[in-house]
Structures are given as structure tokens and as C-alpha cells.
């Protein structure tokens, strides 16, 4: 099926103009007017694919290999916290790092233990065309709900190309796909006038996962009927308010609560209390951070912390905290009330 897949096929590709980030040009949303304010929560969050959806990280046992028991306390966790979905094997979850077979057991055990509960999205992106329709195609006998997949990386490829490379992956699970555009780890940037090309090429094409720093083009996505998910955590109420339909981002799956207060009060038109939810949420992940270290490390140890079970530490060349930095986090976690 995948190899049948795999031939290339010109279409007509209109470009769509890009939205240029200058003060005064950003058309801000009320929450009253956004297409999504008269769905009801869960289920509809569900079919919308909007919400929180955070990144979710990849425990690891002491050996190195994937902890499904810990994955799947942290899923359940998030899911007793609100979260309406989760974005799973990406930047957070390390999966440039995993074996496809990691990969094919984490869409397993993510579908198993949601259940039908909340959205899973799987990253199934990889350098070869072949693998990410593989990895697509397991997703999709796995039972999640959509599936995601970076851009070719490494080498430059032309638009069309990159376009053809979602065409055969989108096909090979026929889920919803979402583009996942994190320029700073990929060197591709998905700007609108790409993501129109994708578009006019992949019926399955339902939004994307926006870690871009033209934050402006949130907005372009959206004009376009796009799901855009914002990838920056500390932007999410601001990206709410000019078309964003949700957030994807490692921080909120340690804390939870602290972003779907947001999303609660944004829905409910409360911009003061939503403003004040933001505030919270972010200085959380400051405070986190500032005990140093890696972010996956920091994560998963945030996490051991909160749920008592050993979530493990970033895998090589990834490092693990110094135990001075264990013993901060552990007491910022404290004083927080994260425990």
C-alpha cells in the first residue's frame, strides 16, 4: 500500500499571502466570535481538535527503554486535569530518538489508555517518505485520532516535494493530519503560502502544530479554515485571541491545570481572569526552569516528582540533572504546590 503510495503527482498550486507582523495590523478575535465558541467542552473539543494538548514526554526506565506503565500515568494525569488531547512522540517526546518500534508502541498504549477520551495526535515524521507512511499507517490501526508529521528535514527540498511528502503520509492513514512547523529544529519554515500548496494536495489536512517565531502567521493559518495549535505556551492567550484554536506544548503536560484555567476563562469571555490564568501558568515553567538543566530532564523529573513514579531523564546524548539541580527542582516543585 505504501509503495503505491509513493508517486509523485503535479497540481495546481495557488499561493496565499503571508501575513506581515507590523504594529496596528493584528486583527484581534473576541471569544464571542470565534467559530468555535458554541461548541460545547469535551466532546466537541474532541471534534474540533482544539484545547489543551499538551506535548507529552516519553518516560524512560533506568536502562534507557520506554516506561508504558509511567506514559501511561502521565496520560492519566492530564486527562483527570482537563487536557483535551495530546500530541505524542514529538519535540517533547523525543522522537527523533525513538525506534519505529517505540514509536508503534507508543501509539498503542496512547490509544489504549485514552481510549476515546480525549484527541491523541502522533507524530509519525521521519527522514524518509517510506517510514513516516509506515509509521502513519500503524498510527492509524493503532486507533488514534490524527496523526502529525514534521517537514523533510536535513536536505532542502522544494515546496512541492514537501507537499507530496504530506500527500503520500496523510494517504497512508487517511486520519487527520496536522503539519507540525518547528523551523528551529527542522530549518523548514511552513509559511501560508506552502501550507496552501499542502492544502490544495491533502484533503486530510486539518491544521497545524505553529512553534514559528512569526507569530502573525497564526492569524494566515487560520483565514485559511486551519486548526492552529500554538507551540508556545506563554503565547497562548494571545494567539487565542487572533484565530488559535488550542495549544500544544511540553510545559502544560507537567502542570495541567494551570492551562486549561485558560482556556476555561477564555471561553467563558473572561479576558481579565484568562490574562491572570496566563500569568500563572507561565511563571510556573520560569520557575521550573530556572533549576537548570535540560528541558526533557527537567520534564520528566517535574513529573516524577508530581506523580511519585520514576519518568526517568533525557535519552543520550540527552544528560540527566546534577543532583544539585535534582534537589532545586524538587523544592521549587514544593513551593509551588505542584506536590
Not at 494538548?53 to 492530564?78: K, Q, W
Not at 517526546?93 to 491523541?120: H, P, Y
Request: glycine residues 10%; proline residues 5%.
Amino acid at each position: 500500500m505504501i509503495r503505491a503510495l509513493l508517486r509523485f503527482s503535479v497540481s495546481t498550486l495557488v499561493d496565499a499571502p503571508t501575513l506581515v507582523a507590523r504594529p496596528g495590523n493584528i486583527h484581534y478575535v473576541k471569544p464571542s466570535l470565534l467559530k468555535t465558541t458554541s461548541r460545547q467542552e469535551g466532546a466537541d473539543c474532541m471534534s474540533a481538535f482544539e484545547g489543551i494538548l499538551p506535548a507529552i514526554i516519553t518516560p524512560m526506565h533506568s536502562d534507557g527503554s520506554f516506561n508504558e506503565e509511567a506514559f501511561r500515568r502521565v496520560m492519566e494525569f492530564n486527562i483527570e486535569a482537563g487536557v483535551h488531547g495530546f500530541w505524542i512522540a514529538g519535540g517533547t517526546g523525543e522522537s527523533i530518538l525513538l525506534s519505529d518500534e517505540e514509536n508503534m508502541r507508543i501509539a498503542t498504549a496512547s490509544a489504549d489508555q485514552s481510549r476515546g477520551r480525549v484527541n491523541n495526535i502522533m507524530h509519525v515524521g521521519a527522514a524518509t517518505t517510506e517510514r513516516a507512511a509506515r509509521l502513519a499507517e500503524h498510527a492509524a490501526g493503532a486507533g488514534v485520532e490524527a496523526i502529525c508529521c514534521v517537514p523533510p528535514f536535513f536536505y532542502g527540498r522544494t515546496d512541492e516535494a514537501i507537499a507530496e511528502h504530506y500527500r503520500v503520509v496523510a494517504a497512508a492513514a487517511d486520519l487527520p493530519l496536522f503539519v507540525y512547523n518547528l523551523p528551529q529544529s527542522t530549518g523548514v519554515e511552513i509559511t501560508p503560502a506552502l501550507m496552501k500548496k499542502i492544502q490544495d494536495k491533502v484533503p486530510q489536512l486539518t491544521g497545524l502544530k505553529h512553534s514559528s517565531q512569526v507569530f502573525a502567521n497564526v492569524r494566515s493559518f487560520s483565514a485559511m479554515g486551519l486548526n492552529c495549535l500554538v507551540g508556545n505556551h506563554q503565547l497562548m492567550l494571545p494567539a487565542l485571541t487572533i484565530g488559535a484554536t488550542g495549544c500544544v506544548d511540553g510545559p502544560p503536560v507537567i502542570a495541567p491545570e494551570y492551562w486549561v484555567e485558560i482556556w476555561k476563562a477564555y471561553r467563558a469571555g473572561d479576558l481579565v481572569r484568562a490574562q491572570s490564568a496566563q500569568d500563572r501558568a507561565s511563571g510556573v515553567w520560569v520557575s521550573l526552569g530556572a533549576c537548570g538543566g535540560e528541558f526533557h530532564s527537567v520534564a520528566k523529573a517535574a513529573l516524577s516528582e508530581r506523580l511519585g513514579i520514576e519518568c526517568g531523564t533525557a535519552r543520550p546524548p540527552g544528560r540527566p540533572l546534577s543532583m544539585k539541580q535534582r534537589e532545586a527542582l524538587r523544592g521549587t516543585v514544593a513551593e509551588l504546590g505542584l506536590v
